[in-house]
């Protein structure tokens, strides 16, 4: 029989194990270390210096908005000019079937380059390749864009240096909080190109009735496997596979509180089911819930290369320009997202319509939604892959 010290011990000695192992785990999930790592050091090396020559704006390039986190970009540098190519192979297939998002998310990448050329004393010349895009590509990649860079004084501005506190921000907002109309006027001044438009919807029961859009399109999304999958496979949890993939949406980049993100690491990994059945809550009851404004970006035909590239790089602008005065923004294009399944699958289009009535004119269709806001809590930074990875040769 054991003594009672022996049981003590033995106690002891289980409790010791149990801990070790939950400090491991939590080590391994990276519980402590959101944000952390080699991973996310293209946040902090995103000025480079005078030695990368005319790859330094690369380095802000590389951190643009883009979806999923999928980075789908490949960068040729020649001369005094940097060719920005579509990397087709990192897409997020029936989740956008003709590849539009990755063309606003290239577009954004080409707006961080040129203000970031702009600081290091380059004027840079855009030329978006025209086009048309088409239902599911192959992934060979193409060109999205051509930047001609000239010299000239150097100029920073409030745009460029925002661009490493830019972060999606998917937590609760400030519902009570008010963005002022001056800023609005300011974030409308932004976008110039006449080919894209913006428009704020800030009424709180049209607001209600776009949010209500959002989040049936959220439903439909969920409820078709293939979507869902194809989103999935671009959720990273645990530090190995951040630092094995350096992309994609992470626990810490969920919008949850402190307390759940920890939760979350610690727990074995929910199914995709469960996931999706939390994206919806949260986007029903804290994303569209919370946001005293939501917004759309429109263009004349959302499947033209141009316009697509423009759309991209006037949502950087915004996004950075929100960052300047202390907001959060957070993409929400659930259902042009579903226009374009409904296009794939030859469906008749379930939200087009109803999203026509926010346009304010006729002729002009939406490419991109989002929302704007005070946030609650701050947003964590995403994974990056090295600039090194994405240069082509």
């Not at 959302?302 to 423009?310: H, K, V």
Request: glycine residues 8%; proline residues 6%; aromatic residues 8%.
């Amino acid at each position: 029989m054991q003594t009672r010290r022996a049981l003590l011990a033995g106690g002891a000695g289980a409790a010791a194990l149990a801990l070790g192992g939950l400090g491991y785990r939590a080590w391994d999930r990276g519980v402590w270390s959101g944000g952390d790592g080699r991973a996310y050091s293209p946040w902090s090396d995103w000025e480079g210096n005078t030695a990368d020559g005319i790859k330094r704006p690369l380095r802000a390039a590389i951190l643009a908005s883009n979806p999923h986190d999928t980075q789908p970009w490949l960068f040729k540098v020649g001369g005094n000019a940097i060719t920005l190519f579509a990397y087709r192979a990192r897409n997020l297939g029936t989740f956008d079937p003709f590849r539009r998002e990755m063309h606003l998310g290239l577009g954004a990448a080409v707006e961080n380059l040129v203000l970031a050329a702009r600081a290091f004393g380059f004027a840079g010349q855009v030329l978006p390749t025209d086009g048309k895009l088409s239902l599911s590509p192959d992934d060979t990649p193409v060109p999205a864009a051509h930047v001609a860079l000239t010299p000239m004084s150097a100029m920073r501005d409030a745009l460029f240096e925002a661009i490493p506190n830019r972060h999606t921000n998917r937590g609760p907002y400030r519902a009570d909080q008010s963005i002022g109309a001056e800023s609005l006027r300011r974030f409308a001044n932004l976008v110039t190109d006449d080919t894209v438009r913006v428009v704020f919807v800030e009424d709180k029961h049209a607001r209600g009735e776009l949010g209500a859009l959002i989040v049936d399109a959220t439903n439909r999304i969920i409820d078709d496997p293939q979507m869902s999958a194809d989103s999935a496979r671009w959720f990273r949890t645990g530090r190995r596979a951040i630092a094995a993939h350096r992309d994609g949406v992470t626990v810490d980049t969920a919008g949850l509180s402190p307390f759940t993100t920890a939760v979350s690491k610690l727990l074995p990994d929910i199914d995709a089911r469960s996931a999706d059945r939390y994206w919806l809550s949260i986007t029903r009851e804290t994303q569209v819930a919370t946001a005293p404004v939501l917004g759309m970006l429109l263009v004349r035909d959302r499947f033209d290369m141009r316009s697509a590239i423009q759309a991209g790089r006037a949502w950087q602008r915004l996004h950075l320009a929100a960052t300047v005065e202390g907001l959060a923004a957070q993409p929400l294009n659930q259902p042009v997202e579903c226009i374009d399944r409904d296009a794939m699958l030859g469906r008749a289009d379930g939200f087009g319509p109803a999203i026509s009535r926010f346009a304010e004119t006729s002729g002009w269709e939406p490419t991109f939604m989002f929302r704007l806001g005070v946030a609650e809590r701050a947003a964590s930074p995403s994974p990056r892959r090295a600039l090194e990875e994405m240069l082509r040769t």
